[in-house]
């Protein structure tokens, strides 16, 4: 241990040192002696590794810093000096909102372990990512005296994640793109084609009353539905015309007569929002609607999409089968709902158990 470290307060195994030289004064049992020595021990060699391993720092109740050590003055740029007595709006990097902070409090500040990645800003100006383990210490009453907060860097992971995630978006941007055009495509090339051939069979079948030729007319005019099926299934038009209230009205119905699941739409959205928001909208919940067709095994479901503030908030539910998430074999459909809330700026929640139906929430910003 440096001078600059034995001139502050460890508060970790603080006097731990001090106290293995004051046993042999002061307990006679030798076994005894014996065991505390080797206790204090142990309780130093874990401090050393806990700084050699990790960015340390200690709070008091009011989130005043008492501790921290060298790597936390390393990767903060801080000097001690001038952390201690400060609470951790020091480094806050402005990128975390309310919820979250509000969340992390309520958490330690109820004695429960809080975990999560934290973005930091070092004293000079750089941004740094840690994965943060609070843990608070509870007095004689259960409330928290102090808390531990044990950081490990991952700036280097998350530059790499959001990487991934900027390659997610443009393989589903171009995704949706090309959906598009093969829609547009089907409807307004081979559909309108068909359509006027069926025009013609149709002023040819007049003029000779063709059996034969009435049979294929009736073919022709099955093969323009499936090509209008396929091309709204890529794609709706009405999507990108009317927005995706009304996409997701039409969907419900052609929803309803292919699963005969009668699904209730509310919503208190008024107006158009971005492309990416709507199209993450309808993607997800046509992906839920589908999973609930095929898994939940019921007769009902409900649709909800309201505001809240500056966020939209998309609820798609079932009282069917139900399973457990956390034994959950995540396929592609839920993982690709996911990155779809986060390529748009939210998140998303499943809530479910086995018996008693699945709930599917979607949080966007309305700006995204």
């Known amino acids: 241990m440096n001078k600059d470290r034995q001139k502050h307060a460890e ?14 004064a002061h307990i006679e049992d030798p076994k005894v002696r014996q065991e505390f020595r080797e206790s204090l021990k142990q309780l130093a060699d874990l401090k050393f590794a806990l700084d050699e391993s990790s960015i340390v720092a200690v709070t008091d109740r009011e989130g005043r810093i008492q501790y921290v050590n060298d790597k936390f003055c390393e990767i903060s740029k801080y000097p001690r000096e001038e952390l201690i007595g400060r609470d951790h709006r020091i480094i806050n990097s402005g990128y975390h909102d309310k919820a979250f902070m509000k969340n992390l409090w309520a958490t330690i500040g109820s004695g429960r372990v809080w975990r999560g990645d934290v973005k ?81 069979m149709d002023r040819v079948i007049s003029e000779r009353g063709d059996a034969e030729l009435e049979h294929l007319r009736h073919t022709v005019s099955d093969i323009i539905q499936d090509v209008r099926g396929l091309a709204w299934e890529l794609r709706p038009s009405v999507l990108d015309d009317l927005g995706v209230v009304p996409a997701i009205r039409t969907y419900i119905e052609n929803y309803t007569e292919h699963y005969g699941i009668r699904v209730q739409l509310t919503g208190t959205l008024r107006g158009r929002l971005p492309a990416l928001t709507e199209t993450t909208i309808y993607r997800i919940i046509q992906e839920a609607l589908t999973n609930v067709g095929k898994y939940a095994g019921v007769n009902e479901a409900s649709v909800s999409i309201g505001t809240e503030g500056d966020r939209i908030e998309v609820r798609i539910k079932d009282e069917g089968r139900g399973f457990d998430p956390a034994a959950r074999h995540q ?25 008693r139906g699945t709930e599917v929430i979607l949080r966007l910003p309305s700006g995204a």
Do not use: C
Not at 13 to 24: D, R, Y
Not at 174 to 199: K, P, T, V, W, Y
């Open 331 to 355: 396929g592609v459909g839920l993982f690709s709902m996911e990155e779809r809330a986060r390529m748009a700026g939210g998140s998303l929640e499943l809530v479910s158990a086995p018996g």
């Open 11 to 24: 508060v970790i195994a603080e006097h731990v040192g001090a106290l293995i030289g004051t046993l042999e």
């Open 120 to 200: 930091n800003r070092a004293k000079d100006g750089s941004y740094y990512w840690v994965n943060t383990t609070i843990v608070p210490f509870l007095d004689e009453t259960g409330r928290p005296y102090q808390y531990l907060a044990i950081r490990n860097e991952v700036t280097e992971l998350k530059r790499v994640q959001e990487e991934l995630q900027q390659m997610m978006k443009q393989v589903m941007n171009i995704q949706e793109e090309e959906r598009r055009r093969f829609s547009r495509e089907l409807h307004d090339g081979i559909g309108q084609s068909l359509f006027s051939l069926l025009i013609q």
